[in-house]
């Protein structure tokens, strides 16, 4: 797994501030007023600082903006980062100042001049999330890897910041537990690779539980089953639970698509492209990183999460367009479309969580269609839901988190677009509302007594070019508004 940076804390030290090497951040409010540490860099540095906090290019930086100021007359560091931030300043601004000190930060140290900021926190997630970098795979000069930076923070409170830091911690290493799975090679995460790391996690306390091919079989979980059964790498459903609430309270149920690798099956995908299908498994990635930081930061909730792990391979094995399936549930599905697979697995896993765990509420995640792409681009997951209040806070939850999610609609008329000549249910009802209809399949497979939430982030599982908080690459959308929403609703 991708290491966090060092993150240490150390009492105000003036004296400190000269001998500092790597780069040292100050924070300055609109005004220009400098605090205490502040000061002492506007000395070190004969009045730079004062002066270029008058300047009209500070003047235009906006809330959570910074510049460099290069290798410093009368200080060690290479370079004063300095960030336009008001010390009251919380959320967004202070995340989007942390991200600038992140995406700056290199390989090496960085000192942040913090005091006393109200917004800390989202200042270090910030730097922890954009410090993130997937090199695993990169050839590096010499014979290790360039290690990650290392951040000190600077504060008259050091015990309480420290306290108050250990949930940071936890949310970032959940997210680049995420990111790590969404970004490996589909030659590397196989389906059992995927497993074990999974598995790995009952070290932090999770009970975690691995169903193989055979008991999926006894189970009936055949429309799961038939989406891997042109592929080599084994199907296979891993059930994680953390046990951290009352005990006779009912969990909330996350279940992830996690499929590995997806070329569509026999409805093969075009060519352009396909080396993306790497990150089909975003939703189990997600699940996984959410039930991971869970057990790192000890929430005090019950909650299982489930994926179905799978890969869509064409093959002489491989499901057919046309073939007839039965899912858990009972139900008969028609596949008109192989590529619609990852419906499939989620309508299995989402009966055996309401069957076996009895949920008080579920929640599914899937890369689940380009439709939603098309509708609400890279900024925004599509959000589905039967019970409003449960869908409202969960959009309350991603808002505060800055992670972007839409409402869309369910109706009967999208359900009749799924009628089937030959079973109970066609999977595919192509093009027209796409990615509604998916929603209304899915829907099929939900209890009328549970309250359901279907996220489609199939277009803010990964992005091609920088996202806010993340680099190119894996995103980890969802663990921050899911740990929210858990925390705000379902924790004591």
């Known amino acids: 797994m991708t290491d966090l940076p060092e993150l240490s804390f150390l009492a105000t030290d003036l004296d400190a501030i000269n001998g500092a090497e790597g780069r040292v951040v100050v924070f300055l409010p609109e005004s220009g007023k400098l605090d205490q540490m502040a000061r002492r860099v506007n000395r070190l540095t004969r009045g730079a600082l004062e002066r270029f906090a008058e300047s009209e290019a500070f003047s235009k930086m906006k809330e959570g903006e910074a510049r460099d100021l290069g290798w410093p007359t009368g200080m060690a560091a290479k370079a004063v980062q300095v960030v336009r931030l008001d010390r009251r300043a919380q959320g967004a601004a202070a995340r989007r100042a942390g991200a600038a000190i992140g995406r700056a930060a290199g390989t090496g140290d960085t000192l942040l001049c913090a005091g006393t900021m109200r917004g800390l926190n989202d200042v270090l997630l910030g730097a922890l999330l954009r410090a993130y970098a997937f090199r695993d795979h990169k050839g590096d000069e010499g014979d290790e890897a360039p290690a990650p930076p290392a951040f000190r923070v600077m504060t008259p409170k050091v015990p309480a910041t420290e306290q108050q830091a250990e949930d940071v911690k936890a949310l970032a290493e959940g997210i680049y537990f995420t990111r790590d799975l969404v970004n490996e090679p589909a030659n590397v995460l196989t389906t059992t690779e995927f497993a074990d790391r999974l598995r790995a996690m009952s070290k932090l306390g999770l009970k975690v539980r691995v169903l193989e091919e055979a008991a999926l079989e006894k189970l009936g979980m055949r429309a799961l089953l038939g989406v891997g059964q042109g592929s080599e790498s084994p199907s296979q459903v891993v059930v994680m639970e953390w046990k951290g609430g009352p005990k006779k309270e009912k969990p909330i149920a996350l279940c992830g698509k996690g499929v590995v690798f997806d070329t569509g099956g026999i409805s093969l995908k075009p060519a352009q492209g396909m080396e993306s299908m790497t990150m089909d498994m975003g939703g189990a990635g997600t699940v996984a990183g959410v039930m991971r930081a869970l057990a790192l930061r000890k929430a005090k909730a019950n909650v299982i999460g489930l994926v179905g792990l799978v890969e869509n391979m064409p093959d002489g094995r491989a499901q057919r367009p046309g073939d007839v ?66 869908v409202a806070s969960f959009l309350r939850a991603a808002e505060a988190e800055g992670e972007g999610a839409w409402h869309l609609p369910l109706g009967s008329d999208y359900a009749r677009q799924l009628k089937s000549r030959v079973a109970d249910v066609k999977n595919s009802a192509g093009r027209p509302a796409g990615a509604v209809t998916a929603a209304e399949f899915l829907r099929r497979f939900v209890k009328e007594e549970v309250p359901w939430i279907h996220l489609d982030i199939a277009g803010v599982a990964s992005r091609s070019s920088e996202a806010g908080l993340a680099p190119a690459g894996a995103t980890g959308w969802g663990v921050l508004a899911l740990n929210r929403l858990i925390a705000d609703r379902f924790e004591d």
Do not use: C
Not at 338 to 360: C, F, I, N
């Open 325 to 390: 399936v039965r899912s858990m549930k009972g139900d008969t599905i028609e596949v008109n479309n192989t590529d619609a697979e990852g419906r499939l697995v989620l309508a299995d896993v989402m009966w055996y969580a309401q069957e076996k765990h009895d949920p008080s509420a579920m929640i599914d995640l899937a890369t689940l269609t380009g439709a939603v792409i098309v509708a609400l681009g890279h900024h925004n997951a599509g959000v589905f839901g039967t019970d409003e209040v449960f």
